[in-house]
């Protein structure tokens, strides 16, 4: 005889189970970070955010340590904090969502200039962002007029501090939107898990000379919070 499981939507094509609800983790570098998200999520079960420190180190250890625990049940991982903007690409304020998170000082250095990874044959520096997610998440923000741009997302382990190496990154990675020190460790976590990830910046400052003075991390903070509300009414 055979047996019918109650949950066999096929016999009951009006009544199936119910879908099971995305989950999805946000991993910040800073405490901040984590507050101005938490305000825009406004409660919303679905998400947790995790703050687990800065550097692409932490946000790598941190966001294995989460995905690798029994009760993890993630469809989406998502890196997410201020950062720093290419000029002519993200203002001060806006926000940039990944197309890719590009691990930018990851190789060698030699008298010819730098060698990434992936030329010395080590692997890959990129990791590709979830590219219908990217269009969706930006659509979203854009019609709730956010000021929004997308390309490839730098993670570095040390913040750019010159025009000269502002120039040198933009012409290695051309397009370079934003910079940060998480995402291409969250990706790689992600990416071990074979779960998507996506990375979003709120531009605080610009990529170039250092100005920590000038930097508007309360604007950056204000723009992640109202992102963060307009991901909720996004199919993740
Ligand atoms: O001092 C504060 O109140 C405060 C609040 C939130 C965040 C911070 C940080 O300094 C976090 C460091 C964090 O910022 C990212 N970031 C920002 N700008 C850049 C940049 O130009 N290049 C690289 N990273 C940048 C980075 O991801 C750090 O994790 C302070």
């Known amino acids: 005889m055979e047996i019918y499981h109650i949950e066999d939507a096929s016999l009951f094509p009006n009544s199936g189970p119910e879908e099971r609800r995305k989950r999805i983790l946000v991993i910040t570098a800073v405490e901040a970070e984590k507050d101005a998200i938490c305000r ?26 989460v995905l690798a625990s029994a009760k993890s049940d993630y469809d989406l991982v998502i890196s997410a904090g201020i950062g720093g903007g290419f000029p002519g690409r993200a203002p ?29 044959g080590f692997g890959t520096a990129r990791v590709h962002a979830h590219g219908s997610l990217v269009e969706r998440v930006t659509e979203a923000l854009r019609n709730a007029g956010l000021p929004v741009h ?10 750019t501090g010159t025009a000269a190496t502002a120039a040198a990154l933009s012409a ?26 996506l990375e979003i910046r709120a531009i605080s400052n610009p990529v170039g000379p250092r100005d920590r003075d000038a930097w508007r991390i309360g604007d950056a ?8 509300t307009i991901l909720r009414e996004v199919q993740l």
């Open 40 to 65: 825009g999520l406004k409660g919303d079960g679905r998400f947790d955010v995790l703050a687990a420190g800065v550097g692409p180190i932490a946000a790598a250890v941190g966001t294995a340590a």
């Open 92 to 120: 001060i304020g806006s926000l940039v969502v990944a197309e890719e998170m590009v691990a930018a000082d990851l190789g060698a250095e030699t008298p010819e200039g730098f060698v990434s990874l992936d030329k010395l």
């Open 150 to 159: 997308t390309g490839p997302v730098l993670t570095v382990s040390t913040v």
């Open 172 to 197: 290695r990675i051309p397009g370079a939107a934003a910079e940060g020190m998480e995402g291409y460790g969250v990706a790689a976590a992600a990416v071990k898990f074979g779960i998507p990830v």
């Open 221 to 228: 903070l204000n723009a992640l919070e109202a992102a963060s």
